[in-house]
């Protein structure tokens, strides 16, 4: 059974870091390309960054870019992202999705079949 589990999520103050880990269990990561989503109470779901099964293709959110970075580690089977000078509009529930195939509009996250269940991230001091 294809399972992907979030971790990493707590409360930090502003500019603070974390590091969020998506472990995958029940197929092999490195068929994927993965991404990463957060979504606020009360706003859409945002992508918030993309890498692909070699890690040669990453892509971010304007509103994440130089602060936020996206790995992987195909031998764990598990794909990270990097979060440094958070600030509170960044709190929201992180989810992680792979996909088969990446395309130019994959922050609408139609590219990604299979979801986490998220973690929670608060920004706030």
């Known amino acids: 059974q294809l399972e992907l589990v979030e971790s990493g999520g707590g409360l930090v103050q502003p500019g603070g870091s974390l590091r969020l880990s998506c472990a995958a269990s029940?197929?092999?990561?490195?068929?994927?390309?993965a991404g990463w989503f957060r979504q606020a109470p009360g706003k859409e779901r945002e992508g918030v960054s993309c890498?692909?099964?070699?890690?040669?293709?990453?892509d971010y959110a304007d509103s994440v870019k130089g602060r936020f970075t996206v790995s992987r580690d195909n031998a764990k089977n598990t794909v990270y992202l990097q979060m440094n000078s958070l600030k509170p509009e960044d709190t929201a529930v992180y989810f992680c999705?792979?996909?088969?195939?990446?395309?130019?509009?994959?922050?609408?996250?139609?590219?990604?079949?299979?979801w986490g269940q998220g973690t929670q991230v608060t920004v706030s001091s």
């Open positions: 029940g197929f092999r990561l490195d068929d994927y390309n």
């Open positions: 890498i692909s099964r070699s890690s040669i293709i990453t």
């Open positions: 999705a792979v996909a088969p195939r990446l395309t130019s509009r994959w922050q609408r996250g139609g590219d990604f079949g299979s």
